[in-house]
């Protein structure tokens, strides 16, 4: 039972380090309508800009600038290169951010190499914080939920407490009527943009040292990104949060526990056929939960869809 | 038979006479393997030292047969056994007669049919297909076939060593077995539970669990359980990101047992692994390079580090593999007649530039050689891996490790 509280803190690392990504992505895509392909590549940058800089000035200065960097390089490319892209519509703007992923990737491939860098967690969070019936939790994992919670915190903070927040969530619905009433929504549009990046690339910094840092990074990121903001509602923060750490523990568990098809079936009141080789549903039938783990939050996705187009914290269907 | 031998030696020369005057061709070796992707580190590894090997000992020392030099070209798969096909077929249109391909079973099986059918429908261009990693022992047994060649001992052979060594091992009570989805993961595991029953009926196997290949973002939950499970070692034929990943979620959790890995080093991991993988990561190998075997190694190494200063010789089996290709072409005496160049591979004894010996067997084109449990650590390194100050030192060897073990195969030879 104790590992119930281990996989809850497991799953809350995966589910806020998920947010982090999806809270920019929603922001982006409910404010100017821009499936953001490139965000997984951004929280790539972000690690490998953070690595670049931890050999030469450590650990803390990369959490520092690495994420300036890629907001900086975000609000460049929205600027400069979404913004003129923007007036051809949606289809241009969506292989804009397809190709630019693609461009990102090799760029990393031609700068980093394919290999994996030894990007590590700093000594100073490189102990076991504490454990629980001998399953260890490393302080680097503590340090990442405070990290997480912090900026959940103060993002939502800034989008309802704040000016600045209330015209972001105002150019969100009316972009038209705010732009009329005399603010300068380009440049909202380029800050949000920015944030958002940033954003990934702080997930990028953390994530780098405990998933890997490798081309790969963002592939293996990127689709269930966009899982999270549909699942979540598209444009909600609470939603995107809701989402991230549902898909978080639902993986974690699924992974946790050998929940075998088996005994649901057998639970659904189907027997076990005599001779499992010859059946054609064997595939079927000998499925753990681990192995499709990684699929849940899909299966979630499509059941959301059909009953709730909108997402959890959808207001509007798009 | 002296007429013969003569007649056969003039026209050989002929044909050596003719050949020089009127080609003196690259042979071309068709690389299909991940250049991008999560596992685009390995496949890029693999395609430098297939590069350096064909330089160093074929094109540096004058060609075969006649001057003809081999070309690498390498091909991007992407893991996937689909695009591997279409990759295959984009290369014999080239005039590609050798495929060479390591990474991933799944791929070298789709390869290893694709290319029977197409040498039985097209004998005029028949390719063979050179398998340096793929160890599913299905491609030596039940897929065999005469157009494959594996230079890897395969995944039993390599669990038939590697349980050896943990058999002497009496701290090892407990042993968790966890691995990718798909038919070698598989293969791995079920030698691992039949072979450490035979060995030690003590050992229980407390876990024995696959994830999904290339898709697990944090292996927190698995490391769990294995932690949980009270396990002594891990056995795991992860590999790429999916090895470092698994390998250093568990590490950081709390374990502190062996973990025995098929390919747990190089490809950037043993930096990333470093101090934390010192004396925890083993790997099961056929080539060893600390400490350094024989001064023709060293030299292969040192010309090595200095064309790719990042890269590791961390697959010597591909250097095997380009030195018996070249043996079997001065052999056959021609590198377009692949069914020649086959049949001199077939039984085919080489002595390595590593000091050890590899036999390709006959009966189902699976290479003999020593197999090696590795250590990985920073003390008495010669050769480091990834610019770190880490390495993989040997530990123990099992030679000549399986000669003797048994084969389904029933080869059909043209």
Not at chain 2, 242 to 261: A, Q, V
Request: aromatic letters at 10%; a negative charge.
């Amino acid at each position: 039972m104790d590992l119930i509280l281990v996989n809850l803190i497991d799953g809350l690392v995966t589910g806020l380090l998920l947010f982090m990504l999806s809270a920019g992505l929603t922001l982006i895509f409910s404010m100017m309508g821009v499936l953001n392909f490139a965000h997984a590549s951004f929280y790539m940058l972000g690690a490998y800009f953070a690595y670049q800089i931890s050999i030469a000035l450590g650990f803390w200065m990369g959490l520092l600038i690495a994420p300036l960097i890629v907001g900086v390089l975000g609000a460049g490319v929205e600027r400069y290169g979404l913004r003129r892209v923007h007036k051809y519509g949606h289809v241009p703007e969506l292989i804009f951010t397809f190709g630019l992923a693609l461009l990102i990737e090799e760029l990393v491939q031609f700068i980093w190499g394919k290999n994996q860098m030894p990007y590590n967690v700093p000594d100073i969070l490189n102990f076991t914080a504490f454990a629980i019936s001998g399953a260890a939790i490393p302080a680097y994992k503590i340090f990442m939920i405070f990290v997480s919670v912090a900026i959940f915190i103060g993002l939502l903070f800034v989008l309802t407490k704040t000016r600045v927040g209330m015209i972001i969530q105002a150019a969100l619905s009316y972009p038209r009527t705010v732009e009329a009433l005399g603010h300068n929504v380009p440049l909202i549009f380029m800050g949000v943009f920015g944030v958002g990046t940033a954003l990934a690339g702080v997930a990028g910094v953390i994530a780098g040292p405990v998933l890997g840092t490798f081309p790969g990074m963002a592939f293996v990121l990127g689709s269930i990104v966009f899982v999270t903001i549909v699942i979540g509602g598209l444009g909600s923060l609470w939603g995107a949060l809701v989402a991230s750490l549902l898909i978080g523990w639902i993986t974690t568990f699924a992974k946790s526990y050998n929940i075998e098809m088996e005994n649901i079936l057998n639970g659904l009141g189907i027997s076990t056929p005599e001779n499992l080789d010859e059946s054609i549903f064997r595939d079927l039938w000998s499925l753990t939960s681990p192995q499709i783990a990684d699929i849940l939050p899909y299966i979630l996705m499509v059941l959301i869809l059909i009953f709730r187009p909108a997402g959890l914290f959808g207001k509007r269907s798009t | 038979m002296k007429k013969t031998t003569k007649l056969g030696a003039v026209s050989a020369l002929s044909l050596v006479i003719g050949a020089s005057a009127a080609f003196a061709e690259n042979i071309k070796i068709g690389f299909i393997d991940p250049l991008s992707g999560p596992f685009a580190s390995t496949g890029a590894n693999g395609l430098h030292q297939l590069e350096f090997a064909a330089d160093y000992m074929v094109n540096q020392n004058g060609g075969v047969l006649d001057g003809d030099m081999f070309e690498v070209i390498g091909f991007d798969n992407k893991t996937s056994p689909k695009e591997s096909l279409i990759q295959l077929q984009v290369a014999i249109d080239q005039g590609i007669r050798y495929i060479v391909q390591g990474n991933g079973s799944a791929v070298a099986l789709a390869l290893t049919e694709a290319i029977d059918k197409h040498n039985r429908r097209n004998p005029d261009s028949r390719v063979l297909f050179l398998n340096y990693a793929a160890v599913d022992p299905a491609l030596t047994n039940e897929k065999c076939n005469f157009w494959h060649f594996r230079f890897d001992a395969n995944a039993d052979m390599k669990m038939d060593a590697m349980t050896d060594v943990i058999a002497e091992d009496d701290s090892i009570k407990k042993v968790y077995v966890i691995g990718q989805d798909y038919s070698f993961g598989k293969a791995v595991a079920d030698a691992a539970v039949s072979m450490l029953d035979e060995k030690r009926s003590d050992i229980e196997v407390v876990g024995n669990e696959l994830h999904p290949i290339g898709k697990v973002k944090d292996f927190t939950p698995y490391s769990r359980k294995i932690v949980a499970s009270g396990a002594d070692a891990v056995i795991t034929g992860n590999w790429g990101a999916d090895m470092l990943g698994l390998g250093k979620s568990i590490i950081e959790n709390g374990f502190d047992g062996p973990i025995y890995t098929y390919y747990g080093a190089g490809s950037g991991m043993t930096a990333a692994f470093g101090e934390t993988g010192k004396g925890v990561i083993r790997l099961v190998s056929e080539g060893i390079v600390n400490p350094p075997p024989t001064e023709e190694a060293s030299a292969y190494y040192d010309a090595f580090s200095a064309k790719y200063p990042e890269g590791n010789v961390d697959q010597t089996r591909i250097s095997n593999t380009v030195g018996m290709l070249a043996e079997a072409i001065k052999k056959a005496g021609t590198a377009d007649d692949v069914v020649a160049v086959a049949k001199a591979l077939e039984g085919m004894e080489y002595q390595t530039i590593w000091g050890s010996k590899v036999m390709m067997r006959p009966e189902d084109h699976q290479a003999i050689q020593n197999i090696n449990i590795l250590n990985h650590t920073d003390e008495d390194v010669t050769y480091t891996f990834d610019s770190s100050t880490f390495g993989v030192v040997n530990e123990a060897t099992v030679e000549m490790a399986s000669a003797d073990i048994a084969t389904t195969c029933e080869m059909k030879r043209p």
